[in-house]
């Protein structure tokens, strides 16, 4: 390549990394949700805020019942987390 691509390509480059972001889209009032858990109880961070979705009362000390979120939907004011509940417990006893 000549000397005018490679300083086109800069020019492009440069261009795109300086317009991609502007000081307007940090900070606009968006949350971020993450889901996971920690040790058996089912969580959800808001903005590094963790909250139990499962008391840790509601799961048998015993460590027979296990949580899981998984994900997240955020609709309006309304928040949705998909996960699962389970019991190590033989269904026999």
Not at 8 to 27: E, P, Q, R, W, Y
Not at 38 to 60: C, D, I, M, P, Y
């Amino acid at each position: 390549m000549n000397k005018l691509n490679l300083s086109v390509i800069g020019l492009l480059l440069a261009a795109i990394v300086f317009t991609g972001c502007s000081k307007d889209d940090a900070g606009n009032g968006s949350d971020v949700y993450v889901t996971g858990y920690e040790g058996t109880v089912a969580k959800l961070w808001k903005n590094g805020v963790a909250q139990n979705l499962f008391s840790e009362s509601s799961l048998r000390s015993s460590g027979e019942h296990k949580a899981e979120a998984n994900s997240v939907y955020v609709s309006g004011n309304d928040t949705y987390v998909a996960g699962y509940e389970r019991d190590f417990k033989s269904s026999d006893e």
